[in-house]
């Protein structure tokens, strides 16, 4: 109970700061620094340890696929990466909030409309244009938090694919464990312990066409979940 309100306490007047500041200061190449810091405040107020192996992944740019348990999975992401711009695909209602949704605009974020199909597409391009200036787009398959990540991985969407493939990148897997026990999809309160996240080797994009998408995304699903299997035995 205590940490779960020391969380509260310390991550809430965080976010509302780090929104204001990237609203004000939009272009400021301290906004990346400040970014950082919240991440890693994030993951100390939470009682997190990461436990992290990267070495499938190089340095060049990607699109990376992660699957998705908790809202701590921004942070964590953030933390993981600290030298990549990152620019997390995440649903139009975030973009809608005061303040944090403009400091998610001008972080480089796209947001994605499901209830129409035209500004989807739209979202589509936005992703590719994102990529083209050196952000490594994040996009989370499964499409939202999964309620029951000890289940397995939750079915991926095809926009996503689609998405990953308009960008041209190498699209590198990414598995995160543990955030689902640390702050659970529709519950506030947060349980210290330990996070993996593992990068699995890229997918690359000259593979597939759009016309593959359903193939890519079986691929895809295949790979990280015998990944996820394997950190959750471990």
């Known amino acids: 109970m205590l940490r779960t309100l020391y969380f509260h306490l310390r991550f809430i007047p965080a976010s509302l700061i780090y929104s204001t500041a990237t ?3 939009r272009n400021s190449p301290n906004l990346k620094w400040g970014e950082r810091r919240w991440a890693a405040s ?4 939470a009682g997190l340890r990461l436990e992290t192996d990267l070495s499938a992944m190089d340095d060049g740019p990607c699109v990376i696929m ?5 809202n701590l999975d921004i942070p964590v992401l953030v933390n993981v990466f600290p030298g990549r711009r990152i620019g997390f ?5 975030l973009f809608e909030i005061p303040i944090f949704g403009k400091a998610m605009l001008a972080s480089g974020h796209v947001p994605i409309d499901r209830s129409n199909r035209r500004r989807a597409m739209k979202s589509l391009d936005n992703a590719a244009k994102a990529a083209a200036r050196g952000v ?3 996009i989370f398959p499964e499409g939202t938090r999964n309620p029951d990540p000890s289940a ?3 079915e991926f969407k095809i926009g996503g694919m ?11 897997p990414v598995i995160i464990h543990g955030t689902g026990t640390a702050l659970p999809k529709g519950s506030g309160r947060v349980k210290p312990g330990v996070v993996r996240v593992r990068a699995l080797p890229a997918l690359s994009p000259s593979d597939y066409t759009l016309k593959d998408r359903e193939r890519f995304r079986d691929d895809l699903f295949k790979v990280m979940s ?9």
């Open 23 to 25: 609203v004000v200061m």
């Open 42 to 45: 994030a993951i100390d107020a």
């Open 66 to 70: 992660a699957n998705h348990q908790s």
């Open 89 to 93: 695909v995440a649903k139009q209602s």
């Open 136 to 138: 490594t787009v994040v």
């Open 152 to 154: 397995g991985l939750q």
């Open 162 to 172: 689609i998405m990953a493939l308009k960008c041209g990148l190498p699209v590198v």
């Open 226 to 234: 015998e990944a996820w299997q394997e950190l959750a035995r471990g």
